[in-house]
């Protein structure tokens, strides 16, 4: 009996390189499995050179980088807009106490987690109407169809019940002329104009459904990335529906934390929303939303998030 267990612990020894498992039982005969397949050493059918183990090995490994060649092949650059609106001029349009912050962290986070260089984003800090459309005007000339686009928006929003029309308020908008406040036509305008593969918004403001029309936010976990990659894509997230958003943003501390804590190699928006979303409900008033922007291009793709080396 000892003479058999030296055996075995021999040969586990020598086979680690190929997934071997051993177990002894009551009637003292080992039963020994190579690649999760069984095999009887008391008959001394085990070798360690056995062809079938190297045709295994060499199959999973051909099976290994098959997987890594499907991965996206994404040449193109990340650029970003973000914008953060505390401060108005008119002093009828309330204060917020938050976007800056929240636009400094997610700057933060995109730079140093993911693809995004610093060259490739722009922050605006208490923007002017003039200062959105002049860096809208630069990112148009800027983006190529291969390269990806995120814009940012944390601030104030108005929905205009009697028009149906939405808008953001930038620090220059006055409550009573509408002559400042950027609209969402203007903003799907622009997702139109500038041509990449994939666009992503994010707005953390009240904001107009006519923006984007909602959709299921879990739809198919498991599509490739590949294939959301290779489809173009035109995506919204927003913290709220046609309601006041508080200043004090769950959606943000939620999105921020799972892109903090994020593993994933790449990482779909849609995917990233769906992570998010009901810690947003069960912890404030506000019910986020994810969609399709219309009528701008989008194919069914979705923006990806890559994590740095």
């Excluded at 650029?79 to 401060?87: H, P, Q």
């Excluded at 930038?170 to 799907?188: C, E, H, I, M, V």
């Amino acid at each position: 009996m000892k003479m058999k267990i030296r055996t075995i612990v021999s040969l586990i020894c020598l086979l680690q390189a190929v997934n071997i498992s051993a177990q002894v039982v009551s009637s003292g005969k080992a039963t020994v499995h190579i690649n999760n397949k069984p095999v009887d050493i008391n008959n001394k059918q085990v070798d360690i050179n056995n062809k079938n183990v190297v045709a295994e090995k060499r199959e999973n490994t051909e099976i290994r980088q098959a997987a890594d060649e499907a991965l996206p092949k994404m040449t193109g650059k990340y650029y970003a807009l973000i914008v953060g609106i505390n401060n108005y001029n008119d002093p009828s349009i309330t204060g917020l106490d938050k976007p800056i912050r929240d636009a400094e962290m997610f700057y933060n986070i995109i730079t140093t987690r993911y693809t995004f260089n610093k060259e490739d984003v722009r922050i605006l800090r208490n923007a002017t109407m003039a200062e959105m459309v002049d860096a809208l005007d630069y990112f148009a000339k800027q983006v190529k169809p291969e390269d990806n686009f995120l814009i940012f928006y944390a601030g104030h929003g108005v929905w205009d019940t009697g028009s149906e029309i939405g808008y953001w308020l930038p620090s220059d908008a006055r409550k009573n002329s509408k002559l400042a406040w950027f609209r969402n036509s203007t903003l799907r305008d622009y997702l139109r104009e500038i041509n990449s593969k994939h666009t992503l918004l994010i707005s953390d403001a009240c904001f107009g459904g006519s923006i984007f029309k909602t959709r299921a936010a879990f739809k198919d976990a498991g599509l490739a990335i590949n294939m959301l990659y290779e489809l173009k894509s035109r995506k919204a997230m927003t913290s709220g529906t046609l309601t006041e958003v508080p200043d004090q943003s769950a959606f943000l501390k939620y999105m921020v934390d799972r892109l903090m804590t994020n593993t994933l190699k790449y990482l779909p928006s849609e995917q990233l929303f769906s992570s998010f979303r009901i810690a947003v409900i069960n912890n404030s008033s506000v019910v986020p939303q994810f969609g399709v922007i219309q009528e701008v291009g989008d194919e069914g793709g979705d923006f990806i998030f890559i994590l740095r080396e």
